[in-house]
């Protein structure tokens, strides 16, 4: 059972290394695993100048505490740390950060990635590209891909 579990959602970078500390340390030693995802804006081969991400506040966050606890319902985790980033982000900076902690790496891993896959494709978060050449593009989609990878947690 999940004895430490906390959803951010801000527009401020986050301190991955800090995050992992703080978790750690509520922990007091009975984590035997901690696994970290830290996902960052690309450049896409210098075409984007930033992401900007839109959420509806309470509901993303709802919806992600939802998750949370279905990842905890899961696997016997003893904590889960997930930041999300909103607003305007430039290549090389965090955009979403997922901690899982658990006795044994395995129930640690797979939490991480359930949580990573339900946040690409169905959180409730939009992104829109800004591109280099001043111009702003359309909505971004989940690809084909993350599509594929978060099927693999349904039924």
Do not use: N
Request: glycine share 10%; net charge negative.
């Amino acid at each position: 059972m999940t004895t430490s579990a906390r959803v951010s959602i801000q527009g401020a970078p986050f301190d991955t290394a800090a995050e992992i500390a703080r978790l750690s340390q509520a922990l007091h030693g009975r984590a035997g695993a901690i696994v970290t995802f830290s996902g960052l804006c690309r450049d896409e081969g210098r075409r984007l100048t930033a992401l900007e991400l839109e959420h509806y506040p309470g509901m993303a966050e709802a919806e992600i505490d939802r998750v949370v606890a279905e990842a905890q319902g899961r696997w016997p985790l003893q904590g889960v740390r997930v930041i999300h980033r909103h607003g305007l982000v430039a290549p090389g900076d965090g955009i979403v950060l997922v901690i899982t902690a658990s006795a044994h790496r395995i129930a640690a891993f797979e939490a991480a990635s359930f949580l990573m896959d339900y946040l690409k494709t169905r959180a409730p978060f939009w992104k829109r590209e800004h591109l280099a050449d001043g111009t702003i593009g359309g909505w971004v989609e989940a690809s084909a891909a993350d599509d594929a990878a978060a099927g693999r947690w349904e039924g």
